[in-house]
Each structure stands twice: as structure tokens, then as C-alpha cells.
């Protein structure tokens, strides 16, 4: 009867005086069952809420941390913020601490469409493409090559990487050049490196590289044609550089640059003219990261695509096969929509182009995705 005169005095039928009522203590929980605010099991009901016939329905929840609709409100320490709710494992997330990026390199959250009232809150998105972090330097990371089908390809990265190429471009607006390329959607930037005695023309140096980096975030892809290479890797890396090929024609000691350059924090890549074969980087490609596949004599842009070229790009994949699946073989020179595909198919994961790009009657961007 105490239970239903109280009952009757809440809603006003029985005696004018409101009584105080006392929560009933819960019942003691194991130890490691949670506070009540994050168990997953049933909550029981009061005897109030038994006495007076009402039904409170509870849901399972579907996460472990998540409370159903209606928690929280009659609860001690309701509207409190609870640290250790973050280390909750929920559906659908993998334990451990969250994403780390590899220094030099971040990727930039972009928040998702639809989401309404989702202030401040960020969604991880898959990586369109890696960017340079000014606050690294260049060479403290490597950045992330290309999966092919059976080296564990990642299916939100393209197949195919475009590096145009500044040879092309308009030098009295470098700078500019770089920044639109990284507007149309490039991948990489690519620097032809010339000296005059590798081969006849002369084109950029360091600090040129190091102006140029202030215009964009890209990777910088870096080639270097010219004589005893291993003098410039330091000067490169602290202007901006990613990745530093050389030729194997150009030095004596091949792999004593290409481990230079990997010291230095660099993607070292070797490079072959179109006459040399290919046994002259067999030896090597265990220790490069990037083999590039001269398609045309080096030195001049808007060269025709040699023929025979694909069929050493599908012999430079057999190689790449058996000793260094993680390879990027990068063509360059004479790429365009045609030849890019071929090149594609017999084995190419970047490609390099030139005046295709600064040309296309539709501009940088629809020359990229027509590589692509």
C-alpha cells in the first residue's frame, strides 16, 4: 500500500504533500562489467516503474560503448564526459591507437558530404595522393609504391601514376606551371636535370627545384641526366626532391649511388637509354625503387615513342616479377594517350609526359585523365 499511496500522491489523486522518494541502490556488478553507462546488458526497472505499470523497452546495442535512445537521463554521472570511452573497440574499427601517417607525409581528412549536424567532425577519407609536408624534411620518408594485382594492390589508388614533365612547360612561370599541375590532378612532378655534357642541353639545378616547392605539395620526381650524380643528392634532398634517378651510364658506381641516395632519405631510382640493355640494371633493381624506361634519346621533349619499347617494357616486367615486385617501372618520353595505354599494358606503373600534357587542346587536366 506505501507503494501505491505514494504512487496516487505523484499524480495528485491521493493527499496534497509530494513525498521524497530514495533510488533504490543497484545491484553490485562484477568486476570489468562497466559502469552502467556502457554494459551491454538489460538495465532493470525500479520498483516505481514496476508499481506504477509502466514498460520501459530497452535495446540490445548494436556497439559496445553505445547507449540506446533514452539512456543516460536518471543515471549518476549522466552528462559527464567519460574518458576511457575512447579506447571502446566499436563495430566496424580496428583496435589500437589511430592512423598514424609516415613523417614527411600527411593526407588531409576531408569531411563527407550528407553528414548534417556532424559538427566538427571529420571522416577519414581514402588517400587520393600523397603530399609534401614542408615541416619534414623531403627525405625522412618513402613514399608508398604502387600495388599491382598479387602484390597487394590497394584497390583506392589508381593503377597508373602521371608525372608531366616541366621540360614542356613555360620556365619564365615555373612556379605557376607546378601549381596548375597540381590543380588538373597530377601525381607526380617530374624535373628533367640536364648539364650540358651528359647531354647537349642545360636545364635546371637545386634551386630551381627549391623555388618551385613552395608552389605545391606534390611528389617531385626528380631526373637526372647528368655526369657523376652522387655530387648532388644532398643539394636535391634539402630542395624539395622525392625521388632522385640517375642514369647507369652516367656513373662508375651504381650502386654506390643508388645507396647514397637511399641514406639520404630518397626513392632511389636507376634509369636506361633506349640503346642500353637491360642486363646493365639487372644487377641493381634489388636496390632501386624506381627503374625508368627511356622510350626516347634523352634531351629534347616532343620526341616520337621509339619503336620496340613496349617490348622492352614487358621484358623490364618479367624482371620486375622476379626480382623486386615492389618496382615502379616509370616510361619516359613520346607518351601520349595512345602510347601510355600500351605502355600501361605491357607493364608500366608511371608514366611521364611532356608536351602531351602542356599541349592538349583541352588543357592539363583533360590530357591527365586521358592518360589515366
Sequence with gaps: MGGLAAIGQL???????RPTFVRPVPEEREVGQGSGRHDAGRRRRSPLQADAGQRQTHREPEEVGQEPPGRGRDEAGAGQRHDGDRGLVRKGRSPGPPDQCQPGL?????????????????????????????????????LSRLRRP??????????????????????????????????AGADWVHF?????????????????????????KLPFDIHLMIENPERTIEAFRDAGANTLSVHVEATRHIHRVLDSIRQAGLRPGVCLNPGSPLDLVEPVLKDADLLVMMCVNPGWGGQKFIDGSLE??????????????????EIDGGVNAQTGRQSIASGATVLVAGSFVFTHPQGKQAAIQELR
Design 192 to 216: 628533367d636535370v640536364m648539364d650540358g655534357h651528359f647531354v647537349p642541353p642545360i636545364t635546371i639545378g637545386p634551386r630551381t627545384v627549391e623555388h618551385c616547392r613552395r608552389y605545391a
Design 312 to 329: 622492352r617494357i614487358k621484358a623490364a616486367r618479367s624482371l620486375r616479377d622476379r626480382l623486386n615486385p615492389k618496382l615502379d617501372i
Design 150 to 183: 598479387g602484390h597487394d594492390h590497394r584497390p583506392d589508388r589508381p593503377l597508373v601514376l602521371v608525372a608531366p614533365s616541366l621540360l614542356s612547360a613555360d620556365f619564365s612561370r615555373l612556379g605557376e606551371e607546378v601549381a596548375a599541375l597540381e590543380q
Design 106 to 142: 600527411q593526407h588531409r581528412p576531408q569531411p563527407v558530404d550528407g553528414l548534417a549536424g556532424s559538427v566538427g567532425r571529420r571522416i577519414r577519407q581514402p588517400l587520393a595522393r600523397w603530399v609534401y609536408d614542408s615541416r619534414h624534411r623531403p627525405g625522412d620518408h618513402q
Design 11 to 17: 499524480d495528485g489523486s491521493v493527499g496534497p504533500a
